[in-house]
């Protein structure tokens, strides 16, 4: 059984507007409050079985990362 890929979303901003983005740049979503953005990558990342969640500052460097699901270090093997 091969290992399964985490699944990325970020928060950016673009254009006075807060992106949910999942992998490269597929947008899942566009919000003008960054906890509105924040709260649906949250519900999005939940569903997946691994995920990782990276908020943007408004300059665009890392704010906070979040994993959601298990990591596949913690898998025996």
Known sequence: MGMQPRIVYKVVPRNDEWHVVKGR??????FKLKPD???FAR???MRETLAELRVA???????????FGR???EVEG
């Open 57 to 67: 500052k408004l300059d665009g460097s890392v704010q906070s990362e979040s994993i």
């Open 25 to 30: 740049n597929e947008c899942e979503g566009r």
């Open 71 to 73: 990591d596949p270090q």
């Open 43 to 45: 519900f999005l990342a």
């Open 37 to 39: 953005a924040v709260r």
